[in-house]
């Protein structure tokens, strides 16, 4: 039977940034699934123009259940891979026991684990702003480039905004530094592969190890990969390949 991949999107982006990675993954003999998050299915300049009504309301334990919801309809525990918010969901299923495997890109840590790189805070209380209420968070281009996929060239970046990004709920970043974001790490757990670039805007590449050193069984499996030059842009950025290769490495490894 063939072992299957889901993977988990995160913040301004939907499904359609998964499209490289289900086709790489499926020539090797893997079947791929890339839900959306609610509120996030279609394409993304069309969701872009006509932002989903509620939006705004979204929190992490929504895009929890959700992803429990694909996971419990499969046959088997699937491996598990998310980038962002979704690697935070990824450990987060790796706790309930849902998971076989589990690779967090560029992963928002739990427990409200901080970092004290500038880029950190400032990208963070840009997103969060609680004076902001409800209202979505709008992505722009130049917001895109600025710290999404800073390491692209302006026209590179605006090629990727166009294709991948999305608007986005303020209450899924605030949730995730509550309770909802919590984890138990000193429990057993399936293998779990950390990767992290270090010119990441959002997520820096300490705040990534910190995340991965933070797991305290000594019988279970914990990697860490960082790479050179990449940006939170790191799964679909040029060399998208070589970490794609990665995770196929620690996903033979463990099977």
């Known amino acids: 039977m063939k072992k299957t991949i889901v993977f988990i999107h995160g913040m301004f982006q939907n499904a359609k940034s998964w499209e490289k990675w289900t086709a790489y993954f499926s020539q090797r003999g893997y079947d791929c699934i890339a839900p959306s998050w609610p509120l996030h299915d279609g394409e993304p300049a069309a969701l872009r123009n006509q932002v989903p009504e509620a939006l705004g309301d979204l929190v992490l334990d929504d895009l929890v259940m959700a992803m429990e919801i694909v996971v419990n309809k499969l046959d088997e525990k699937p491996i598990v891979i998310g980038h962002s ?3 935070l969901i990824t450990q987060i299923l790796v ?4 998971a076989s495997a589990a690779v967090a890109v560029s ?3 739990p427990n409200g684990m901080l970092s004290f790189d500038w ?3 400032k990208n ?3 997103i969060a702003n609680p004076f902001k209420g409800d209202e979505p968070f709008y992505m722009d281009p130049e917001t895109f480039h600025g710290a999404f996929a ?3 060239s302006e026209a590179q970046s605006s090629i990727e905004f166009e294709k991948t990004a999305t608007h986005d709920s303020r209450n899924v970043l605030r949730s995730c530094m509550g309770t909802s974001g919590h984890i138990d790490l000193d429990q057993p757990h399936v293998p779990l592969l950390f990767i992290s ?3 990441d805007e959002i997520i820096p590449a300490a705040l990534v190890e910190k995340n991965s050193k933070a797991y305290e069984d000594k019988n279970s499996i914990v990697e860490y990969a960082e790479f050179a030059g990449r940006s939170h842009y790191i799964c679909n950025e040029p060399g998208w390949e070589q ?3 990665r995770v196929y490495t620690f996903l033979t490894q463990q099977a």
């Open 243 to 245: 970490v794609a290769d």
């Open 124 to 126: 963070s209380i840009t």
């Open 95 to 98: 706790q309930k026991g849902l």
């Open 107 to 109: 992963s928002v840590a």
């Open 119 to 121: 880029s950190f805070f």
């Open 150 to 152: 800073n390491s692209l």
């Open 197 to 199: 670039g270090t010119e």
């Open 85 to 87: 918010v979704g690697g």
